[in-house]
């Protein structure tokens, strides 16, 4: 009993219960989404029996596979254009509107950035049936497809890139660039030189952030679709899970969840690395500075 009283008294232990709750969580968390990709490799139809190990559903069907639906492998396609273009369309954008918002002062300068978070806040039922009413009756030249949805997804995608790259902005501060431009050096050139290099990773992660939100979204995309040619990958498993599924659906979950787990893991490592480097130049930079 002392030894309990001591052991729950001691403030530096081992927090148990928090760990214990938190591997509880990830089990109930990662065990649905496992199954899941477990029948993408079932030799049978059934999604809920397993049959044994094969590749049936990933190309050896020769009707119903993965590789060989051609309706499965538009709604790939279609997935990956939008994210591609998303992320080439929505981090260029975010980084500019990054660095004017980090340049701007005024009384109209905290509104902006709590505008820019809008879209992160709203839920994202509302932002669809916005952007869908929009297209719909205001801006009739963009048809609702692949145009439209390319642009529903970059308005919700910049906010993220925002986020990113104005932190690394914060941290990096001002004096950099005020010392490029003290030697000599343009705005656009220090900017370009200085700025731009030091933001390398935040633009990097951003990349990775947008194309994980873009491959995955659900509801702008739905909202914003036209016809069966424009199905992307979580609308094809939504359309079809409840009329006649089959493992060929697990698969294509499957791919999305490894661009996505890909995506997000080069950003993390990005990051990692960078920090890194700093900590491994700042030493550096001490060594020098005691000799």
């Not at 009707?63 to 709604?75: G, I, K, Q, T, V």
């Not at 939008?82 to 975010?94: H, K, Q, R």
């Not at 986020?163 to 343009?186: F, K, M, N, Y």
């Not at 996505?260 to 080069?266: E, F, Q, S």
């Given at each position: 009993?002392?030894?309990?009283?001591t052991?729950?008294?001691?403030?530096?232990r081992?927090?148990?219960?928090?760990?214990?709750?938190?591997?509880?969580?990830?089990?109930?968390?990662l065990?649905?989404?496992?199954?899941?990709?477990?029948?993408?490799?079932?030799?049978?139809?059934?999604?809920?029996?397993?049959?044994?190990?094969?590749?049936?559903w990933?190309?050896?069907?020769?009707?119903?596979?993965?590789?060989?639906d051609?309706?499965?492998?538009?709604?790939?396609?279609?997935?990956?254009?939008l994210?591609?273009?998303?992320?080439?369309?929505?981090?260029?954008?975010?980084?500019?509107?990054?660095?004017?918002?980090?340049?701007?002062?005024?009384?109209?300068?905290?509104?902006s950035?709590?505008?820019?978070?809008?879209?992160?806040?709203?839920?994202?039922?509302?932002?669809g049936?916005?952007?869908f009413?929009?297209?719909d009756?205001?801006?009739t030249?963009i048809?609702?497809?692949?145009p439209?949805?390319?642009?529903?997804?970059?308005t919700?995608?910049?906010?993220?890139v925002?986020?990113?790259?104005?932190?690394?902005l914060?941290?990096?501060?001002?004096?950099?660039?005020?010392?490029?431009?003290?030697?000599?050096?343009?705005p656009?050139?220090?900017?370009?030189?200085?700025?731009?290099?030091?933001?390398g990773?935040?633009?990097?992660?951003?990349?990775?952030?947008?194309?994980?939100?873009?491959?995955?979204?659900?509801?702008?995309?739905?909202?914003?679709?036209?016809?069966?040619s424009?199905?992307?990958?979580?609308?094809?498993?939504?359309?079809?899970?409840?009329?006649?599924?089959?493992?060929?659906l697990?698969?294509?979950?499957?791919?999305?969840?490894?661009?996505?787990?890909?995506?997000?893991?080069?950003?993390?490592?990005?990051?990692?690395?960078?920090?890194?480097?700093?900590?491994?130049?700042?030493?550096?930079?001490?060594?020098?500075?005691?000799?």
């Amino acid at each position: 009993m002392t030894r309990l009283r001591t052991w729950w008294s001691n403030p530096w232990r081992r927090p148990a219960f928090l760990a214990t709750g938190y591997w509880l969580y990830v089990i109930w968390s990662l065990v649905p989404v496992l199954i899941a990709v477990q029948f993408a490799f079932n030799s049978g139809r059934s999604r809920s029996t397993w049959q044994g190990f094969s590749l049936r559903w990933w190309f050896e069907d020769p009707d119903r596979s993965l590789w060989h639906d051609p309706s499965l492998r538009e709604a790939m396609l279609n997935s990956l254009w939008l994210a591609f273009f998303t992320m080439l369309i929505a981090t260029p954008l975010g980084v500019a509107l990054a660095l004017g918002l980090a340049r701007w002062r005024g009384r109209t300068a905290r509104a902006s950035n709590l505008l820019m978070l809008i879209p992160l806040a709203m839920p994202e039922i509302v932002m669809g049936t916005m952007l869908f009413l929009v297209f719909d009756n205001l801006y009739t030249a963009i048809p609702l497809g692949r145009p439209a949805m390319l642009l529903g997804h970059v308005t919700f995608s910049v906010s993220y890139v925002v986020i990113l790259v104005r932190g690394r902005l914060l941290t990096i501060g001002p004096d950099l660039e005020d010392a490029a431009q003290d030697l000599g050096a343009s705005p656009i050139a220090a900017i370009r030189t200085v700025l731009l290099p030091l933001l390398g990773p935040a633009i990097f992660a951003s990349l990775m952030i947008v194309f994980a939100t873009s491959i995955d979204d659900f509801v702008i995309s739905a909202f914003l679709s036209a016809d069966a040619s424009s199905q992307t990958i979580p609308i094809k498993i939504y359309s079809t899970v409840r009329v006649a599924p089959t493992p060929a659906l697990n698969a294509l979950a499957t791919v999305m969840l490894l661009f996505t787990l890909l995506a997000v893991g080069l950003a993390v490592l990005a990051l990692r690395v960078f920090r890194r480097g700093e900590k491994g130049s700042a030493v550096e930079d001490f060594a020098t500075l005691d000799l």
